[in-house]
């Protein structure tokens, strides 16, 4: 059933939002015309299926979920592309050790990054964040310090790849 009143709603916190949503998309393609497919994407999404949402009063952690889903999904279909790719090559070269291209941030799951970018990007409390990610708040507390931990040691150790 679609609801006319809910997608203006969707469609004005999509307005409302749309900084917010692009920075979350950012943080994980890293870089602006993905994060802008995302976003696109993702309001689409909404939209679409803004007869599914039950609470208005869900609707910005509705859209924050939608992003990074969709983020997550691109990254995965970006992976695939990259994989397929290596096959063909016959070279070997270690793709692990390319540390200029990866920032703290690649140490984390999905769930660990969205919990320390809704934190700390985007100053969201830890009850929003737990709803976002359909966790409890002790569960999701839980991955926030173990995210934390993960940055803290990533961002003070050497980078020993280069190490000869």
Request: glycine share 2%; aromatic share 10%.
């Amino acid at each position: 059933m679609h609801s006319p009143k809910r997608q203006q709603l969707v469609e004005q916190e999509l307005l409302a939002s749309y900084e917010s949503l692009y920075r979350l998309a950012y943080t994980y393609v890293k870089n602006e015309e993905d994060a802008m497919d995302v976003v696109q994407e993702s309001a689409y999404k909404a939209i679409k299926n803004a007869g599914a949402l039950k609470h208005g009063d869900f609707i910005k952690t509705w859209l924050f979920r939608i992003v990074i889903n969709t983020s997550v999904e691109l990254l995965r279909q970006k992976q695939r592309e990259v994989s397929s790719e290596l096959l063909q090559e016959n070279g070997e070269e270690d793709l692990y050790c390319d540390f200029d291209t990866i920032d703290a941030l690649d140490v984390l799951s999905d769930k660990e990054r969205a919990v320390i970018v809704l934190r700390y990007f985007e100053d969201r409390k830890l009850q929003e964040i737990a709803d976002v990610l359909q966790e409890n708040l002790s569960t999701t507390k839980s991955i926030l310090y173990r995210s934390l931990k993960k940055l803290k040691i990533k961002l003070t150790e050497g980078d020993y790849c280069y190490d000869s």
